[in-house]
Nanobody, 126 residues
């Protein structure tokens, strides 16, 4: 059974940092594109960041560019999201997702991701 399990969320003050982790099990994800999405209360889920299967390419939403860093450890089937200079508007439930294709142009399309974690809450206080 495939599972993606996120961890690392919590409450942090504005300007602080958090690192989210997403560990996969049930199969090998080394060839998958990974991404993080988030959903704030009353809003649609949105793309945050993505990393290509080999880790050589990354992409970020404009709202987090320069503050967040996505990385992966294929040996551990784990993807990370390092979040810095956090703002209250970063408050959301964060989801990791895995896309089985290597089609990089699909990276922001959540319908292309077959596997999703349960989500982890990030709350940034002002």
């Amino acid at each position: 059974q495939v599972q993606l399990v996120e961890s690392g969320g919590g409450l942090v003050q504005a300007g602080g940092s958090l690192r989210l982790s997403c560990a996969a099990s049930g199969r090998t994800f080394s060839s998958y594109t990974w991404a993080w999405f988030r959903q704030a209360p009353g809003k649609e889920r949105e793309f945050v960041a993505a990393i290509s299967w080999g880790g050589g390419s990354t992409d970020y939403a404009d709202s987090v560019k320069g503050r967040f860093t996505i990385s992966r450890d294929n040996a551990k089937d784990t993807v990370y999201l390092r979040m810095g200079s956090l703002k209250p508007e970063d408050t959301a439930v964060y989801y990791c997702a895995a896309n089985p294709t290597r089609l990089w142009f699909q990276r922001v399309d959540e319908t292309k991701y077959d596997y999703w974690g349960q989500g982890t809450q990030v709350t940034v206080s002002s």
